[in-house]
Each structure stands twice: as C-alpha cells, then as structure tokens.
C-alpha cells in the first residue's frame, strides 16, 4: 500500500494564478481531511469529507475549495492564489472501525510558495 | 474542543526516557487524549491515545491522571529518531472528527 499520497510535491505560483492539489489514499478509507501548516505553527484544517460526494468546511476555508468525486481521491483547489496561501498542505485520511479511533493518516505534504 | 498546554520544547539525551506534559484541565468526559509527532516537517504520525487508564504500545507510553487534566506521554528510551513535534490533543474518540493541532513540544534528543 502506497497510504495517503499527494501532487505535486512543491509548486510556485504567482498571485492570481490558480490550481489543483490532489491527494489520493489506497486504505478505502471514508474520512479525507485537508490541514495547511505555517511556519512554527500547528496544522490547521482547511476542508474535510465523511465520505464520496460530501464536503465540509474547517477552520480556515476561505480561498480554497474542495472536491470528492471518488472515495480514494480528495482534491484542494486554490481558484485566485494569494501570498497569504503560502504555506504546507498536508492531506489526511481515517476508517470507522468498532473500537472508533480516531487515527488519522498524513500525506508527506506539498510545499506551495505564491508570489 | 478542550485545549491543551504544552512546552515549547524539551531535551532529553538518547537512551534516557522522554517525559513530554500536557495539560487539558477543560477536557470533557466523553474526549480522548491522542498524542501525535511530526518528524522534520513530514505528515503528522500518530502515536498513542487513551481515555483515563494508563496505555502502552509499541512506540510510548500515556500517563493520564486521575482527573484527566493532565497527561505525560513517555518514550522510555529515545533514540536521535525520536527528535519530532509531538502535538497532544484533545478530542472525541470518533472517526471523521478533524484534529486540532496546537504548536506541540519540540523534542531534541541529543548523543
């Protein structure tokens, strides 16, 4: 199993500019997340899914938004990228079991710079 | 969500255990405490979690007291590769729920 994994692994853009960060999981997991981390801070989260064709926003959703069209695939789109947006995306994904653990699955993170 | 206090960073000398703090005084009684690292920026790895009795596996240890307002995680002998952010969160014991990361403890094991 290649777990949780993310493209690309660092982009520049310019201010304006948009795009589109995939994340892809193997583990048929229900729970996708998308956290963004700042220099010496913690993760904060963006965007997250329960599951195939349902999002929801998290702490910091302005500027971002989010699709979930397959259950493996969970894409962070950035329409008008801004300095501001600057920052390390990790994507995450979690199972429902019995024991109802909540232990979540990183990605090695894409490193996103905007001019 | 309860909060959780950690300090900034910590040192410990390999092959000694690691005792990282965390406080959670508003922690409810239905939340976990999870613990988490993050080793030179890569994704977040989980670590261990407990309700109120004390858990061991593979990788630490989590002391949780009494009243649940405070907890230690406990690497009994830390190597070079255990220098990481470890993160302690608070939250409910529920798949699907979006973790909340404070600054965490900066952990610097040393030879």
């Known amino acids: 199993n290649a777990g949780v994994t993310q493209t690309p692994k660092f982009r520049v853009l310019k201010t304006g500019q948009s795009m589109t960060l995939l994340c892809a999981q193997d583990?048929?997991?229900?729970?996708m997340y998308w956290y963004r981390q700042d220099p010496g801070m913690g993760l904060r989260l963006i965007h997250y899914?329960?599951?195939?064709?349902?999002?929801a926003k998290g702490e910091v959703p302005d500027g971002y938004n989010v699709s979930r069209l397959k259950k493996q695939n969970f894409l962070l789109g950035l329409e008008s990228a801004a300095p501001s947006q600057t920052s390390v995306y990790f994507c995450?994904?979690?199972?429902?079991?019995?024991?109802?653990?909540?232990?979540?699955?990183f990605g090695p993170g894409t490193r996103l710079t905007v001019l | 969500d309860a909060k959780t206090t950690q300090p900034p960073s910590m040192d410990c000398a390999e092959g000694r255990a690691a005792n990282l703090p965390c406080n959670h005084s508003?922690?409810?009684?239905?939340?976990?405490v999870y613990w988490y690292r993050q080793i030179h920026s890569q994704g977040p790895q989980y670590i261990i979690h407990?309700?109120?009795n004390n858990e061991t596996n593979e990788m630490a240890s989590l002391i949780i007291t009494e009243d649940r307002k405070s907890s230690t995680l406990i690497l009994p002998h830390a190597t070079l590769r255990d220098t990481a952010v470890y993160y302690c969160?608070?939250?409910?014991?529920?798949?699907?729920?979006?973790?909340?990361f404070g600054k965490g403890t900066t952990l610097s094991v040393s030879s």
């Open positions: 995450a994904s979690s199972y429902s079991s019995g024991r109802g653990i909540n232990e979540q699955f």
């Open positions: 583990m048929n997991h229900e729970y």
């Open positions: 899914s329960v599951g195939e064709g349902t999002t």
């Open positions: 508003t922690i409810s009684g239905n939340e976990y």
């Open positions: 407990g309700l109120k």
């Open positions: 969160i608070v939250r409910l014991h529920q798949a699907g729920t979006a973790l909340i």
